[in-house]
């Protein structure tokens, strides 16, 4: 017995479909709540810099002056806490991976947001 | 009386799933003499601890280690509870019970097929880690995660599982229980198996207590040391033994892992039954201010996560101590007098993880 006690898993193995998928060729498992990567809707953000506060990777960089949302997408984690963190709801996760990237050259998405309206007092002045 | 030799082995090997270096001494094929050391991989992430808020820093914890993750942050997350009293709902618990264990089968499944690797039964690894992905599936799709979970966070955990959801898991251990029968046969009865693995690597009862063995090395040596006795989690009720075997070898480390797939299996779906309704999380206010000395039970062992705090929303120390740094003292015993050739199969039987052990 000692010998053959591989015989019943090798003849059940015979007549099942493989277990490994021919990805790229077929697309690859993927579920509703897997962690994938970071997106952010750039006009609810008021750049308030929470985010990157609480990044364990230190992967997001806000710039409240220029009005910039940054992130480095092979430092990102994908933890999701940019978006626990977040009081307007603007960044969310999807189930998606990103595509393969060189350091350095496109790692670093940056989202401009749009410029701040100015108060209608202060056009008023600038009119005047 | 043949002259000594030393053999450098690791930390880079085809055999060593991580970096550990050993210079054995050799006497002809014999191994008097094992000097173990380590430093290849780390990180510093004890460190890391006063630059980051106390919440975030769950994210972190889990990342000590890429196979038993949960576990960590499991550890760290009950300190800071205990610090700041937190009451966790019942249901937040079981679900740290029963992910915990999903942990415990994936890294038992890695590690059997790591050990079958180690002595060549190329087949059997295949066969072993077949089964590990499904196991990866059902967290995938409950956590989020593959093998960094991260679903436990101060006060509770991030997600919740459905009862549907609880129900399809359990049906889906039953379909596979089979299969993880008939892999643990193979590592029963197989006459490879067992003349690699028989009396290769003792460690007597003795000698395990006192080099300060853990995990399946103790519980292999005869130790009945299994922390989820304390009934942390939702352990303390679920009913469960730990399981021990005597045989002081290779192979009863490899039985306790082996047997240890059938108890997970039965304690999650224990959990699946009992889970109570209710709330996942309680909110935490202000911060942690004392210390805690917190002990959970990795699938390899003992682990320890002390912190200490002092009302500020930075920790002042945290420190690890993982089951594998204590492992090591047993494996250099267990390579005293041993073969050259059983070398990788020795220090593949305390499920060397280099990358905890030094953080």
């Known amino acids: ?128 | 009386m043949a002259g000594r030799i030393v053999v450098p082995f690791g930390p880079q090997h085809p055999v060593l799933p991580e970096p550990i270096h050993l210079d054995l001494v050799l006497e002809d094929e014999r191994v008097v003499e094992a000097i173990p050391s380590i430093g290849y991989v780390h990180r510093g992430l004890e460190k890391l601890v006063e630059k980051r808020d106390f919440k975030d820093f769950v994210y972190i914890a889990e990342r000590i280690c890429g196979i038993c993750s949960f576990t960590h942050s499991v550890g760290y997350c009950k300190a800071i509870e205990a610090i700041m009293d937190l009451q966790v709902p019942e249901r937040a618990q079981y679900l740290r019970t029963i992910w915990s264990e999903y942990s415990r089968l994936h890294s038992h499944l890695l590690w059997l097929g790591l050990y079958a690797d180690a002595m060549g039964f190329e087949n059997l690894f295949m066969n072993a880690w077949r089964i590990r992905e499904t196991i990866l599936d059902a967290m995938e799709e409950t956590t989020g995660g593959r093998v960094i979970q991260g679903v436990c966070k101060v006060g509770g955990v991030r997600r919740d599982i459905s009862d549907a959801k609880l129900k399809e898991m359990t049906a889906k251990l039953d379909s596979i229980g089979g299969e993880i029968e008939d892999l643990c046969h193979v590592f029963f009865d197989d006459a490879s198996v067992k003349h690699r693995s028989v009396g290769v690597g003792m460690l007597s009862k003795e000698d395990a207590h006192k080099l300060g063995a853990v995990g399946p090395v103790a519980k292999g040596s005869g130790i009945a040391l299994d922390l989820r006795q304390t009934g942390y989690s939702a352990y303390g009720s679920l009913d469960f033994k730990p399981i021990v075997e005597t045989g002081c070898d290779c192979y009863s480390r490899c039985i306790v892992r082996a047997k240890e797939l059938a108890q997970s299996v039965d304690l999650i779906k224990q959990a699946a039954a009992n889970i109570p309704a209710g709330d996942i999380e309680v909110k935490v206010k202000g911060n942690p201010d004392g210390e805690y000395f917190s002990r959970v039970e990795q699938p390899r062992g003992e682990c320890i996560h002390y912190v200490k705090a002092n009302g500020s929303k930075n920790i002042l120390r945290e420190r690890v101590r993982t089951p594998s740094s204590a492992n090591i003292p047993p494996l250099v015993k267990m390579l005293e007098g041993c073969q050259m050739a059983d070398v990788p199969v020795i220090v593949l039987s305390i499920d060397p993880c280099i990358g905890c052990a030094e953080r």
């Open chain 1, 1 to 128: 017995m000692g010998l053959f006690s591989m015989t019943k898993t090798v003849l059940k193995s015979l007549f099942k479909k493989p277990a490994t998928i021919r990805y790229p060729a077929e697309p690859a498992k993927r579920f509703e709540g897997t962690r994938g990567q970071m997106e952010i809707d750039i006009d609810k953000c008021i750049f308030c810099g929470l985010c990157s506060k609480h990044c364990p990777a230190d992967a997001i960089t806000v710039n409240k002056n220029e009005r910039t949302w940054s992130i480095n997408r092979l430092w990102c984690i994908c933890c999701n806490s940019c978006a626990e963190n977040c009081n307007k709801d603007a960044i969310y996760q999807t189930n998606v991976y990103h595509a393969p990237i060189v350091a350095g050259e496109t790692d670093v998405d940056v989202y401009q947001g749009k410029p701040v309206e100015e108060k209608p007092a202060a056009a008023e002045e600038k009119a005047a």
